[in-house]
């Protein structure tokens, strides 16, 4: 069954700009993973981070984790057309249970 | 260089005749998964290996089934697809699994069934 849900579903910007996508679950978690996939191609892993940490940079890209509200927010900033794609974030749970679960995922454009 | 390899990319079948999709990766990973991707959706786990134990989903189909024959290679196997089951398929590794590491993906075996 789906552990999260993204909101928005969809998001359009202009090149520049901030994107800003949040990820609420349900369960409790090891960590979370962010997942960017290109239409038609597979995921490729962004960005992990672990139930006792509150925020993570790699890049242009900032991860937060608030666990007692069961959310995360991914936000790429000075955005890029190339950026344009699907973002999905997806729970790892306990050790012993190595199921990745998947968001219903934020559908990014960046307009140029 | 690609490190999980997904074949065919694409894959054309009729209503009710088998499909096998392939996946090998040079990893080394112990953990190998499949996931279903539907159109605009999320992917769905269907199942995934830790080494040589296999974990099936209680909501997947007695229809789809899989193999694992050494740490390199990992089949999935519809044998009987219906329109239903036309979606993308996605698999992926992780070195000890998602509870501690990430997952790579391969870039897919697209299924249509006419």
């Known amino acids: 069954s789906q552990q999260g849900e993204e909101d928005p579903q969809a998001l359009s910007i202009q090149e520049g700009e901030n994107a800003t996508m949040n990820c609420s679950y349900k369960?409790?978690?090891?960590?979370l993973q962010w997942y960017r996939q290109n239409s038609g191609r597979g995921l490729v892993h962004l960005i992990l981070i672990r139930s006792n940490e509150r925020e993570k940079h790699s890049g242009r890209l900032r991860v937060t984790l608030d666990t007692s509200k069961k959310s995360s927010s991914l936000l790429i900033t000075a955005s890029r057309a190339a950026d344009t794609a699907s973002y999905f974030c997806?729970?790892?749970?306990?050790?012993?249970?190595?199921?990745?679960?998947f968001g219903t995922g934020t559908r990014l454009t960046i307009i140029p | 260089d690609a490190m999980v390899i997904q074949n065919p990319r694409y894959q054309v079948t009729q209503f009710g005749k088998p499909v096998t999709l392939s996946c090998s990766q040079t990893?080394?990973?112990?953990?190998m998964y499949w996931y279903q991707q539907k159109s605009s959706q999320a992917p769905k786990l269907l199942f995934h290996y830790y080494d040589k134990d296999f974990n099936n989903e209680a909501d997947t189909p007695d229809n789809f089934q899989s193999r694992r024959p050494n740490t390199s290679f990992c089949f999935l196997d519809i044998r009987s697809p219906g329109l239903g089951d036309a979606a993308m398929y996605l698999c992926a590794t992780s070195r000890q699994g998602a509870s501690t590491g990430e997952l790579f993906f391969g870039e897919g075996s697209r299924l249509t069934v006419l």
């Open positions: 990893l080394n990973h112990n953990v």
């Open positions: 997806a729970t790892g749970r306990s050790f012993g249970n190595e199921k990745l679960t």
């Open positions: 369960t409790s978690i090891n960590n």
